[in-house]
């Protein structure tokens, strides 16, 4: 059980919730209940929202982003994130059980999305304190300073995420993954 209460369906949510809770579910199909912990508090949701959906328009591609997603998530131990983002992986993404088990890992198949997994650790790791090392590193793999920048705000959106779920105890309403039980 949730230690923060949040609302049943839409119709329970905050006036100024409901629209932005009302397009998620136009979006999904479904409303997470992650969305209806945040939708407690409008602005947070509609800065969560409005986050999510201008880094969706950037230059990541999907795949990478749910490997980040995955590889933050696991680094904070956030089953709930864990959960929700293995199965948009795998159904979204279409990442197989070998990738997600290596972004989990901190690492990824794809070379190139690999050194963006590598690059997001050391970012959640160090709190961002990354060295020069570091920077060329991710530069000499392929990404430009623009795509960088959108690396950080995924580990600064997902740690968030992150947070909010595990300060919560939000139910988990995606297939269970354990963050303790990492396949080797």
Request: net charge neutral; hydrophobic share 45%.
């Given at each position: ?89 795998k159904n979204l ?7 997600i088990a290596a ?82």
């Open positions: 059980m949730s230690r923060i209460s949040y609302p049943d369906n839409i119709a329970a949510a905050p006036a100024a919730s409901q629209p932005l809770l009302q397009a998620v579910e136009k979006q999904l199909g479904v409303v997470p209940n992650l969305f209806r912990l945040a939708s407690v508090s409008p602005t947070a949701l509609e800065g969560y929202l409005g986050l999510s959906g201008a880094l969706s328009k950037g230059r990541l591609p999907a795949a990478t982003r749910e490997r980040i997603a995955l590889a933050v998530a696991q680094i904070n131990g956030c089953n709930y994130c864990l959960s929700a983002h293995t199965y948009l992986g993404a279409r990442l197989d059980e070998v990738e972004n989990r890992a901190g690492r990824s198949n794809d070379a190139k999305a690999d050194a963006a997994v590598r690059f997001a650790v050391k970012v959640t790791g160090s709190r961002g304190r990354v060295g020069a090392k570091d920077l060329r590193e991710i530069r000499d793999a392929g990404y430009d300073d623009g795509q960088i920048i959108e690396i950080v705000q995924h580990v600064a959106l997902n740690t968030w995420t992150n947070y909010l779920n595990e300060l919560a105890q939000t139910e988990i309403d995606f297939p269970m993954v354990d963050a303790e039980k990492l396949a080797a």
